[in-house]
């Protein structure tokens, strides 16, 4: 399975053109492109490097369908819950036989500056890999470049944190693996957290079929065979400041002391030019990327309150993160409620929760904002939950503890309809 194949094979099912660019400079070209023609998918040549880049392939609900060969929300999801809850076996095959080393620097990857007020060049599809004893975990770190040899990576405090702090506590360095140019489902896979023991590479490789992987020559990290380019290295005990950068919420993240990735090792695919995937912080394939694969455990942990669940949205107007639209038909009173309080259980750093019946669209935030207006009551169906952990991206909280918000906005359960339903156009 060739990426750069599945991706162009993806592009042709969900009907999206593909345009190839050439040569494309570093620095704001491709936010420039990608911002005003989202339902179009981008191949390029970076300049200075000899990456082809490719931004924009999962732009819309329809783009991860055709990944999934799918036509429904719940097909995807169905797929998605599966391969968590089993994931396949990996297959351990020869490093050699598909990477040679390459005499690479820092320099030679492909970094890039998105908006003029980012704090560098960074790389944002980096995926790491670390392994303690037996527990691997791969997950997203956006990567800044500092010099050839040092590159700031941004770890919030969830699994490779954990990992990491068992080597540092030890005295030593964590080695890791970073990796570039992945196929989807294996970037998709990176962008879940399973519970910790659960290796995202075995959940791609449930929803993908391809299991293979091989163990870097330095540190043994089990990497997939048919990605583009591996990086070994370490994150250093040392910290170094990181940031500023533009987040998925189009507010800039502000500099932090984090970690060091300091590289050791360069390998190159033999069986394809390299590649990566330039997602533009903060647009729609950051919020896809980022949020959808939030969107069936929301689903799932919704049904088991409320079987009645139509819909599950993390909302563009939410950054795909802070906002969640469900939409359900009730069967007994007080459902709702627990709806939303479900959703905040499946993913914590959902700031407010819209519950709707199941006549409103919740792709249509102007049906949404009509159920807001008609059938919630203010004294009786907001519900505020002060000082909770949520996410560090909200700007209100305080490093990620603030209020979340559930907004019952259904009809009272007891009440007839007539009352509450909404004149359709014959």
């Given at each position: 399975?060739?990426?750069?194949?599945?991706?162009?094979?993806?592009?042709?099912?969900?009907?999206?053109?593909?345009?190839?660019?050439?040569?494309?400079?570093?620095?704001?070209?491709?936010?420039?492109?990608?911002?005003?023609?989202?339902?179009?998918?981008?191949?390029?040549?970076?300049?200075?490097?000899?990456?082809?880049?490719?931004?924009?392939?999962?732009?819309?609900?329809?783009?991860?369908?055709?990944?999934?060969?799918?036509?429904?929300?719940?097909?995807?999801?169905?797929?998605?819950?599966?391969?968590?809850?089993?994931?396949?076996?990996?297959?351990?095959?020869?490093?050699?036989?598909y990477f040679e080393r390459r005499d690479y620097t820092l320099d030679s990857l492909p970094f890039v500056k998105y908006y003029r007020d980012d704090g560098s060049r960074y790389l944002t599809?980096?995926?790491?890999?670390?392994?303690?004893?037996?527990?691997?975990?791969?997950?997203?770190?956006?990567?800044?470049?500092?010099?050839?040899?040092?590159?700031?990576?941004?770890?919030?405090?969830?699994?490779?944190?954990?990992?990491?702090?068992?080597?540092?506590?030890?005295?030593?360095?964590?080695?890791?693996?970073?990796?570039?140019?992945?196929?989807?489902?294996?970037?998709?896979?990176?962008?879940?957290?399973?519970?910790?023991?659960?290796?995202?590479?075995?959940?791609?490789?449930?929803?993908?079929?391809?299991?293979?992987?091989?163990?870097?020559?330095?540190?043994?990290?089990?990497?997939?065979?048919?990605?583009?380019?591996?990086?070994?290295?370490?994150?250093?005990?040392?910290?170094?400041?990181?940031?500023?950068?533009?987040?998925?919420?189009?507010?800039?993240?502000?500099?932090?002391?984090?970690?060091?990735?300091?590289?050791?090792?360069?390998?190159?695919?033999?069986?394809?030019?390299?590649?990566?995937?330039?997602?533009?912080?903060?647009?729609?394939?950051?919020?896809?990327?980022?949020?959808?694969?939030?969107?069936?455990?929301?689903?799932?942990?919704?049904?088991?309150?409320?079987?009645?669940?139509?819909?599950?949205?993390?909302?563009?107007?939410?950054?795909?993160?802070?906002?969640?639209?469900?939409?359900?038909?009730?069967?007994?009173?007080?459902?709702?409620?627990?709806?939303?309080?479900?959703?905040?259980?499946?993913?914590?750093?959902?700031?407010?929760?819209?519950?709707?019946?199941?006549?409103?669209?919740?792709?249509?935030?102007?049906?949404?904002?009509?159920?807001?207006?008609?059938?919630?009551?203010?004294?009786?169906?907001?519900?505020?939950?002060?000082?909770?952990?949520?996410?560090?991206?909200?700007?209100?909280?305080?490093?990620?503890?603030?209020?979340?918000?559930?907004?019952?906005?259904?009809?009272?359960?007891?009440?007839?309809?007539?009352?509450?339903?909404?004149?359709?156009?014959?």
């Open positions: 399975m060739n990426p750069l194949q599945l991706i162009r094979e993806t592009a042709r099912k969900a009907g999206k053109p593909v345009e190839e660019l050439g040569k494309v400079e570093r620095d704001y070209a491709i936010t420039r492109l990608a911002s005003s023609n989202r339902g179009k998918l981008f191949l390029f040549e970076l300049e200075g490097t000899e990456f082809t880049g490719y931004t924009n392939l999962v732009t819309a609900r329809k783009d991860v369908y055709a990944l999934f060969e799918a036509t429904t929300d719940l097909e995807v999801y169905s797929r998605v819950i599966k391969a968590l809850e089993n994931p396949a076996l990996l297959d351990t095959v020869e490093f050699d036989d599809s980096s995926i790491y890999i670390i392994c303690y004893e037996k527990t691997c975990n791969a997950s997203y770190h956006r990567t800044m470049y500092k010099s050839p040899a040092e590159a700031p990576i941004r770890v919030v405090p969830r699994q490779l944190h954990f990992l990491m702090k068992k080597y540092h506590d030890r005295g030593v360095d964590a080695p890791v693996a970073m990796v570039l140019g992945a196929d989807p489902y294996f970037e998709l896979a990176a962008a879940m957290t399973p519970p910790l023991g659960v290796f995202e590479a075995s959940v791609a490789a449930a929803m993908s079929g391809y299991n293979k992987v091989v163990k870097t020559p330095l540190y043994k990290i089990p990497v997939p065979a048919n990605a583009s380019v591996v990086v070994e290295g370490v994150l250093s005990r040392e910290l170094a400041e990181e940031g500023p950068f533009t987040d998925i919420l189009m507010l800039l993240d502000g500099k932090r002391l984090q970690p060091v990735f300091k590289p050791a090792g360069f390998y190159v695919n033999k069986h394809q030019t390299p590649l990566f995937h330039a997602i533009i912080p903060g647009l729609w394939e950051h919020q896809f990327l980022m949020g959808f694969p939030r969107e069936p455990l929301i689903y799932e942990e919704v049904r088991k309150v409320a079987p009645g669940v139509v819909k599950v949205r993390l909302t563009e107007g939410g950054g795909g993160w802070l906002h969640v639209a469900i939409s359900l038909k009730q069967n007994s009173p007080g459902e709702a409620k627990l709806a939303g309080l479900a959703a905040i259980s499946a993913h914590p750093s959902v700031k407010h929760v819209f519950i709707v019946d199941e006549d409103i669209d919740v792709d249509n935030p102007l049906e949404v904002e009509w159920a807001l207006a008609t059938r919630l009551k203010g004294s009786e169906d907001i519900i505020i939950l002060k000082d909770i952990k949520g996410s560090t991206l909200e700007p209100r909280s305080r490093e990620g503890i603030g209020d979340k918000v559930i907004f019952l906005a259904v009809k009272p359960f007891n009440e007839p309809w007539d009352k509450y339903r909404r004149v359709v156009v014959e």
